[in-house]
């Protein structure tokens, strides 16, 4: 079993990730702050990195001074933990953009609607798989 007071820090992390995603983000993007990233042409990773290099210059500034004048050192690391987990995020999201993998569901909807005549817009649709004969694209809500 872990330390107690990890698991108990743990624990005070994810409120603090609520309470910053309130601040920062919106309940369709909690991670609103860190995506915005891509504003200034950097990915959201990217954003993550730049945020934890100030919170290290903190660090640093904390280990030469033995202060800190404006958030203490308690919140700069929790702020690093939150970062870093974070960062995580952001990259399990760039990989599975990056492999593309559709995700499926058990409502796919086939651009023909099963042959009723309505035709779905395929800016909506996903391509799945090609059929056999590579004649209908497959494509899928």
Known sequence: MGHKRFLEIANEL???HDQKSKD???DLDPLGNINSATLLGLSPLQGVALR???KFSRLAAYLRNGSLNHEG???TLRDMASYAIN???CL???NRESLRIPEMSPLAIPSSC???GIKLPEDKLMK???TPDDKDPGYYY
């Open 114 to 116: 099963y042959g009723c």
């Open 128 to 130: 799945i798989y090609p």
């Open 87 to 89: 960062g995580l995020i």
């Open 24 to 26: 920062y983000g919106s």
């Open 52 to 54: 934890l290099q100030d």
């Open 14 to 16: 994810v409120v603090l």
């Open 92 to 94: 399990e999201e760039e």
């Open 73 to 75: 050192i308690n919140d």
